[in-house]
């Protein structure tokens, strides 16, 4: 099992920076691949970024590619979505969710993940 908390939303300005993080409890966190993905009002669920477990292998959507980043630390059991240069596009409810793999092979489609976050709430203000 995995549980998964997201922070650091907010209101920001357009281009402001956010850092969001999410915690993950369980030792299995290091064995997981760790996505980001958003929903805008109305708006379907998006993928955003995501992770290895490794840390070695990322991705990104292309609206996100240039502006925002992944990262982790599997000691901290914390994987992070720095974002910059945001949009007013940008905002939306953000959820941190965890595939448990064994492998490198990072998922990019939601329906693959295990686990989710209960999202954070990013506003960007034009």
């Known amino acids: 099992q995995v549980q998964l908390v997201e922070s650091g939303g907010g209101l920001v300005q357009a281009g402001d920076s956010l850092r969001l993080s999410c915690a993950a409890s369980g030792r299995t966190f290091r064995r997981a691949a760790m996505g980001w993905f958003r929903r805008a009002p109305g708006k379907e669920r998006e993928f955003v970024a995501a992770i290895s477990w490794s840390g070695g292998s990322t991705y990104y959507a292309a609206s996100t590619k240039g502006r925002f980043t992944i990262s982790r630390d599997n000691a901290k059991n914390t994987v992070y979505l720095q974002m910059n240069s945001l949009k007013p596009e940008d905002t939306a409810v953000y959820y941190c969710?965890?595939?448990?793999?064994?492998?490198?092979?990072?998922?990019?489609?939601?329906?693959?993940?295990?686990?989710w976050g209960q999202g954070t709430q990013v506003t960007v203000s034009s």
């Open positions: 969710a965890a595939h448990l793999i064994n492998s490198e092979y990072v998922p990019v489609q939601g329906y693959e993940y295990n686990y």
